[in-house]
């Protein structure tokens, strides 16, 4: 069964039928274009939330400490990435349903309208062809009117006897010449009649036919292609479902990973002060009578006791360079801190130097690579500044031996010794390749693996593969996506969550 065979009449009802059709395309194209402001707007939100309450300044750091607070930062995270894949939702809904279904339906109307057009004038042909017939049908049955009439006034002008020959004569000739002209239109219109029998035969069984079989054809296209339309709808919202089932995983997991007990020995780590608790309070004996009096009181004035500081309000002192304002333990976890950055920084600067002096060395073997005099300013500074960090960590020593006392700073300084300043005189193998120094080429500062395959549309963006190996080029700023550099030398931008970081 076809529309050609069973509906060659119903010519208004595929026009509107099909109209109905592309109007339900287009219902439906809008209908995914505010599903999708929705998601925007669903994540713009989510987004300004988590900026809302994510932590900022030094006080919010060290608080981030206690696992309470770094996973409730964890949770803020996880929900950011949570807000960039309902954006990807809305993205892939734009571009693979609206757009595609657009042009779909601009080139379904075109069609429709010429397979319309077609149907249109092959009905004015043949209405056009029926007129011409019409008006031959007309005219012969005129002219047979009028060639009977003739054919009357010859026949009765014979009989009359008061007729001549010549009027007779005449009488017939004008009959047989309006039969002649009779016979001529009967042949015009039998001729005509059977040439407009094929144009219908062929108009109704085989023109219409094919050009509605046309439309039927476009409008089964118009319906598989709106209900992979409605599959799309639902698959792109699964395919990133795996991703939002590992946010709210992770959201799940730093409520998991709090340790209450750790939350409560970081606090006493953070702020044991090493001082010793009060001693009792001494009995004053006021019976004893009143004691001579002295030049400056007839009274021995009673001793005032100073406030317990754990219980009133402390002025903060004055910040000290070697930290004698905070209390004994504090002091000492300060002092060891900074005598460990202060090593590190020796540390580095004593690898800077002996990079400098080999560099001197390859250019004084090597005049054609550069000239060893321009790196004496360098060799001088870092010299320097080696000088000026041994001073500072023999200071904070110092300091550290006089806060912990005799035996216990000998064994600080020599723990300090066998892991920070040891590893001083090892340098570190960073120079292998003396173009590095030279070179202006952004490195990466990390790498990381494809979780999942990304198909960058947007400009800017970069395809990945699952499981391909990528070096991280700038991180996450907080907006879910992060630069990132290929083997093949492409670069550009990815969501964040679609990777994972190799440590």
């Known amino acids: ?44 939100q989510l987004r300004s939330l988590t900026k809302k309450y994510a932590k900022r300044g030094s006080k919010e750091e060290q608080e981030c400490r206690f696992s309470n607070h770094a996973s409730f930062q964890d949770i803020l995270n996880e929900l950011n990435d949570y807000a960039g894949q309902r954006e990807l939702i809305a993205e892939n809904m734009m571009t693979g349903i609206c757009v595609e279904l657009t042009k779909f339906l601009q080139d379904l109307k075109q069609e429709r309208k010429t397979h319309l057009s077609d149907a249109k004038k092959a009905q004015q042909n043949l209405e056009s062809s029926f007129k011409h017939l019409e008006s031959t049908k007309k005219r012969f049955a005129k002219e047979w009117a009028e060639a009977e009439k003739a054919t009357q006034q010859a026949e009765k002008t014979e009989s009359d006897l008061n007729a001549t020959k010549l009027d007779v004569e005449k009488a017939k000739q004008h009959a047989h010449a309006r039969t002649h002209t009779a016979e001529e239109c009967r042949n015009d219109y ?11 035969n062929f108009h109704y069984y085989t ?20 209900a992979e339309g409605y599959c799309q709808f639902s698959d792109i919202e699964k395919n990133v479902l795996p991703i939002i089932s590992k946010c709210l995983e992770g959201i799940s997991a730093a409520g998991g990973k709090i340790n209450e007990k ?41 001793k005032v006791r100073t406030k317990l500081w754990p219980f009133g309000k402390r002025h903060k002192p004055h910040a000290a360079e070697d930290f004698s304002h905070l209390p004994p333990e504090q002091r000492k976890k300060r002092l060891q801190a ?25 250019y004084e073997q090597n005049p054609q690579m ?49 892991h920070g300043g ?13 173009d590095d120094e030279f070179d202006d080429i952004e490195n990466p500062i990390g790498q990381c693996t494809a979780l999942y395959t990304f198909e960058g549309n947007s400009e800017g963006t970069i395809s990945i593969t699952e499981g391909e190996q990528l070096s991280v080029m700038e991180e996450d700023k ?26």
């Open 370 to 418: 550069g000239d060893p005099s321009s790196l004496e300013p360098q060799i001088t500074e870092t010299t320097q500044n080696i000088g000026r960090l041994r001073g500072e960590l023999a200071k904070y020593e110092t300091w550290l031996s006089e806060a912990v006392g005799g035996e216990e700073t000998a064994n600080t300084i020599n723990n300090n010794t066998q």
């Open 338 to 362: 900074k005598i460990d950055d202060i090593t590190k920084e020796l540390q580095k600067a004593q690898d800077q130097s002996e990079a400098l002096e080999k560099m001197k060395g390859v």
């Open 207 to 226: 023109e219409i036919p094919q050009i509605f079989n046309k439309l039927q054809d476009m409008d089964e296209r118009r319906i598989r292609r709106l």
């Open 1 to 44: 069964m076809d529309w050609g065979t069973d509906l060659w009449d119903q010519n208004d009802v595929i026009d509107k039928h099909t109209q109905s059709g592309l109007d339900l395309v287009e219902r439906y194209i809008k209908f995914v274009k505010e599903r999708t402001e929705i998601e925007q707007s669903y994540a713009k």
């Open 262 to 302: 750790q939350d409560s020995l970081l606090l006493i780590e953070q702020h044991k002060s090493g001082f010793e608790r009060p001693g009792d309070v001494e009995f004053e004996d006021y019976t004893q009578g009143i004691k001579p009096a002295t030049s400056e009181s007839s009274l021995n004035p009673p």
């Open 190 to 200: 039998a001729a005509l009649l059977q040439k407009y029998n094929k144009e219908q």
């Open 478 to 503: 907080g907006d879910g996506w992060m630069r990132v550099l290929k083997a093949s030398g492409e670069e550009g931008y990815i969501p964040s969550s679609y990777v994972k970081l190799v440590s």
């Open 422 to 434: 040891g590893t001083v005189e090892q340098p570190l193998n960073i120079y292998t390749e003396f």
